[in-house]
T-cell receptor
Framework: QKEVEQDPGPLSVPEGAIVSLNCTYS??????FMWYRQYSRKGPELLMY????GNKEDGRFTAQVDKSSKYISLFIRDSQPSDSATYLC???????????FGPGTSLSVIP | DAGITQSPRHKVTETGTPVTLRCHQT?????MYWYRQDPGHGLRLIHY???????DKGEVSDGYSVSRSKTEDFLLTLESATSSQTSVYFC??????????FGSGTRLTVV
């Protein structure tokens, strides 16, 4: 079993839709959770960084962590064509450990 | 990507030749990482460094070596390139608290 699982998609939604991206992880020791966005032919860029369970909001993006079910979510409101990218979830035990990445979900937002 | 550059951006090389990829940072971050990214496998850690001359292996280190003689430079060497090493290589830097910053990647083709 991989440490972080993520549906690879592709996921295609119309502009303006609410997007839900999800990951599961296997190790209850993970404490920090991240979402990275990767545009085609670019490096991943950090989108959201959260600690432990709960929600974190940044503009149209909301990251949600449920440690009891080992479930990580990213919600995108009012999705835009510029949100079309691959989204990678990631997690780590401590802030100085090596990050474990999910394989990524490819998202297309259709105008 | 601000503070981190990879060179070259693209390279085509022949099987059996040595290849060195360079990662240069201006952020003075302690931690540096080399990943490869392949379809169906996501990001896989090759080697990482936690300081000058301090390096360690990741999950796919066979056939690769690294060196870090200065804080700002982390070199990845393919000792004798094989077709299975055709990939996109990403360097990342971290100071531990806020996730990773990735470079723009090097697209390597081994023919």
């Amino acid at each position: 079993q991989k440490e972080v699982e993520q549906d690879p998609g592709p996921l295609s939604v119309p502009e303006g839709a609410i997007v839900s991206l999800n990951c599961t992880y296997s190790n209850s020791a993970f404490q920090y959770f991240m979402w990275y966005r990767q545009y085609s032919r670019k490096g991943p860029e950090l989108l959201m960084y959260t600690y432990s369970s709960g929600n974190k909001e940044d503009g149209r993006f909301t990251a949600q962590v449920d440690k009891s079910s080992k479930y990580i979510s990213l919600f995108i409101r009012d999705s835009q064509p510029s949100d079309s990218a691959t989204y990678l979830c990631a997690t780590v035990k401590t802030s100085y450990d090596k990050v474990i990445f999910g394989p990524g979900t490819s998202l297309s937002v259709i105008p | 990507d601000a503070g981190i550059t990879q060179s070259p951006r693209h390279k085509v090389t022949e099987t059996g030749t040595p290849v060195t990829l360079r990662c240069h940072q201006t952020e003075n971050h302690r931690y540096m990482y080399w990943y490869r990214q392949d379809p169906g496998h996501g990001l896989r850690l090759i080697h990482y460094s936690y300081g000058v001359k301090d390096t360690d292996k990741g999950e796919v280190s066979d056939g690769y070596s690294v060196s870090r003689s200065k804080t700002e430079d982390f070199l990845l060497t393919l000792e004798s390139a094989t077709s299975s090493q055709t990939s996109v290589y990403f360097c990342a830097i971290s100071e531990g608290q806020e996730g990773y910053t990735f470079g723009s990647g090097t697209r390597l083709t081994v023919v």
